[in-house]
């Protein structure tokens, strides 16, 4: 999933686990720095995998209802996942699990920026009200940091505010 950027294995509602096993005894997430930047899935998946096996099945046992509402849709829920991508990496590079070689390093950062790069390409029609946008500046550091991890031993690193809002949803398990 790293080294793609794919997350294979779907939304929360569909996987059965158990919460003691989850961040913090509950909570969504994998670092917990995620902060605003968290998305509930593939970083939980990363918590529960670096703990041990798991089963996949590849049966479909849900499906996936797409609408015009859903977050995904959202540019800043967008830009947040890419920066999410890049919090995961960065995480397994430090825990030294997942991202072990070199090899596989280089293939998860370029993978991302590869990725990465189609996003920055459609932004240059972007107005400058979009530009400015917090989320937008962030995955600009994200980006520059990614793209610098590669030159410097694959040390991710890069400053941005995960603080979330009052009010906004904290991660915690339902």
């Given at each position: 999933m790293?080294?793609?950027t794919?997350?294979?294995?779907g939304?929360?509602?569909?996987?059965?686990?158990?919460k003691?096993?989850m961040?913090?005894?509950?909570?969504?997430?994998?670092?917990?720095?995620e902060?605003k930047?968290?998305?509930s899935d593939f970083?939980?998946?990363f918590?529960?995998?670096?703990?041990?096996?798991l089963?996949?099945i590849?049966?479909?046992?849900?499906?996936?209802?797409q609408?015009?509402?859903?977050q995904?849709?959202?540019l800043?829920?967008?830009?947040g996942?890419?920066?999410?991508?890049?919090?995961?990496?960065q995480?397994a590079?430090?825990?030294?699990v997942?991202l072990?070689k070199?090899i596989?390093?280089?293939k998860?950062?370029?993978?991302?920026?590869?990725?990465a790069d189609?996003?920055v390409?459609?932004?240059k029609?972007?107005?400058k009200?979009?530009?400015?946008?917090t989320?937008?500046?962030?995955f600009?550091?994200?980006?520059?940091g990614m793209?610098?991890?590669?030159?410097?031993?694959?040390?991710?690193?890069?400053n941005?505010?995960t603080?979330r809002?009052?009010?906004?949803?904290?991660?915690?398990?339902?």
């Amino acid at each position: 999933m790293l080294q793609s950027t794919i997350n294979y294995l779907g939304e929360p509602t569909t996987a059965l686990l158990r919460k003691k096993y989850m961040l913090g005894g509950g909570r969504l997430g994998w670092t917990g720095k995620e902060g605003k930047y968290q998305i509930s899935d593939f970083p939980t998946w990363f918590c529960l995998m670096a703990q041990g096996d798991l089963i996949y099945i590849t049966e479909p046992l849900s499906s996936f209802r797409q609408h015009d509402s859903q977050q995904h849709q959202n540019l800043d829920t967008h830009f947040g996942g890419l920066i999410c991508w890049t919090m995961m990496i960065q995480a397994a590079i430090e825990r030294n699990v997942f991202l072990q070689k070199d090899i596989d390093k280089r293939k998860a950062i370029i993978q991302w920026l590869k990725y990465a790069d189609e996003n920055v390409v459609a932004m240059k029609d972007y107005p400058k009200d979009v530009w400015e946008r917090t989320y937008v500046q962030d995955f600009l550091k994200a980006y520059a940091g990614m793209a610098a991890s590669l030159s410097n031993g694959y040390h991710v690193e890069y400053n941005i505010d995960t603080t979330r809002p009052k009010g906004i949803y904290q991660g915690d398990a339902v």
